[in-house]
């Protein structure tokens, strides 16, 4: 990697960085959902840091090329992102599900209140 790639990387990835913890902050994006996001934008910067990182973690996994275990990585984290996604979706639909049933037996017990007048 020449070192001019290296310094695009590192600007791109703190220009990123100081992008989500601006929305963060402003309360645009929620932190359990970009925390994933944060970690791998301190991984990247680290393997642009130290290319030599990447090839010392895949040759101590068995994976033959540097490449490959980026390929590897970026499988796995899209797996995680899905994975947490998932889970937050479902969450969600029994909150609204409760919500819902919440909301039913409130104007139903309105609507009785009212009847009773």
Sequence with gaps: MTVQLRIILI???LLSFLLFIHRIKGQKLALQYSLSWLIL???LFIVTIFPEV??????TVGIELPI????????VFIL??????TSAISR??????????RLALLEKKIHDDEKNR
């Design 11 to 13: 600007i791109l990835i």
């Design 41 to 43: 934008l301190i991984v």
């Design 54 to 59: 990447l090839e010392i973690v895949s040759r």
């Design 68 to 75: 490959n275990m980026v390929f590897f990585l970026g499988f």
């Design 80 to 85: 995680m992102i899905i994975y947490n996604l």
């Design 92 to 101: 969600m639909s029994n909150e609204i599900k409760d919500l819902t049933q």
